[in-house]
Structure formats: C-alpha cells, structure tokens
C-alpha cells in the first residue's frame, strides 16, 4: 500500500501540526519498514512511503493507492486502511474523490466497450445517485457528446481497434465519471477501467456500498 506524503520536517501533519516520524512507527512494526532517505521501504526494498515536496499552504498530506485486491480482500483491507487512517487523524479534503479500479480485460471487444459509453450515459443519473459523487470535485462529468455519438453509430462486427480510435477522436478523456482511456488506449498506464465518481471518505462501508454498485454496473454489461 504505497503512500505518497509530505516529508515531515516540510509539511503540515495530519492536524494541521508538525508531522513526526513517529507518527509512522506502526509501518515498521506491522512490515518491518527500513527508513531511507526518500521515505520507507518494506524488506524487500519495495517502497510504502515515499516524500514529496509540496508547500506547506497544501491542504492534502497523502494519498494512499491500495495494490489490486481480489472481491475477498476488498471488504477487510479497506476497513482496516480506514481504521488506521482515523486512528491517525487523517481528515478528507473538500474536493476529494476516491478512484476505484476495475480490470479493463474482460471489456475489450466492441459489443462490451459501446454498452459501457451508451449504458452509463443513459442510466448517468441513476448512477450517480447509488454513487454520491463529491459536488466539490471538478474532474468529474459525462462522456463528451462526440464520444456518445460515436458508439451510437459504431456496429457490433467493428474492430475494436477501430472504435477505441473512433471514441479518443471524439474526445474521450480522464476527467470523466467512468475513465475509459486504460480500456481504449493502446498501451495504457493503467490496464483499468476507472470509477472516478465515488466521494472522498474514511467511512468504510458506506465506500463498499458505493463499489458494490459500481460492480454491479459493469457486471450488467454482456462481455461475451
């Protein structure tokens, strides 16, 4: 579970005070962490924390991105995260969102990737509903027109190829609800399709309801 923080002798802690180190001892006993220059590493050398220079004004101390967990984990992962994360006082900012993560594989063919656009453009308002998106966050909206008018046109028997180009020529981007440039990309940072719209929160089931609907979503779209 990599963490991206403000080195503490630079930056507000997570109360708006100085941060200690010590306010990370829990990663060394829980994985054996080995403090460097740049942050913390488990035993193998791989990195759990990592400093980033930020000024002082910023309101944001970290942000922690969990390794792909399979449906089982999920559940007692993102309680224990969340648990740890209060117990340390962490507070959400206003305009936070939480990225959610789907695997992209089972969606690249042209049938699967025209109902994703055109199901959740038309079920868009139910949807956000089920999720409660953060109306302070700013990167967040439906998929461009062109976009929609696109797979509208596209038939089931186009390449794939063809269509993803078609969608990324329309306009498609990332700073919509449901980012599916890690689908239509050719070589994605991130093989994903991404639930952007989930609120920013340390409440930990009430963040398993709101995934649970988004699963449920694209488990509603035929992908064979």
């Known amino acids: 579970i990599p963490i991206v923080g403000a080195r503490p002798s630079t930056q507000l802690g997570l109360n708006g005070g100085p941060l200690p180190v010590s306010a990370l001892a829990p990663l060394k006993k829980t994985f054996a962490a080995t403090e460097e220059a740049d942050g913390f590493v488990d035993p193998w050398g791989l990195p759990l924390v990592r400093w980033h220079e930020v000024s002082a004004e910023r309101a944001r101390v970290c942000e922690l991105v969990l390794r792909p967990l399979s449906p089982k984990e999920l559940a007692p992962t993102l309680r224990r995260v969340m648990k740890v994360a209060r117990s340390l006082g962490f507070t959400v900012p206003v305009e936070a969102a939480i990225h959610a993560h789907f695997d992209a594989a089972p969606f690249r063919s042209t049938p699967a990737l025209r109902r994703l656009v055109l199901d959740w453009s038309a079920r868009r308002a139910s949807l956000l509903r089920a999720l409660e998106p953060n109306p302070r966050c700013r990167k967040l909206g439906p998929f461009p027109a062109d976009v929609v008018r696109v797979a509208q ?10 269509l993803a180009a078609g969608l990324l020529l329309g306009g498609l981007h990332r700073a919509v609800d449901l980012n599916l440039l890690g689908l239509v990309e050719r ?38």
Request: charge should be negative.
């Open 153 to 162: 046109a596209a038939t089931d028997d186009l390449p794939f190829e063809t």
């Open 187 to 224: 070589y994605p940072k991130q093989p994903t399709i991404e639930v952007r719209c989930l609120p920013g929160s340390l409440d930990a089931e009430a963040t398993l309801a709101r995934l649970a609907h988004a699963r449920a979503f694209l488990q509603s779209i035929p992908t064979t």
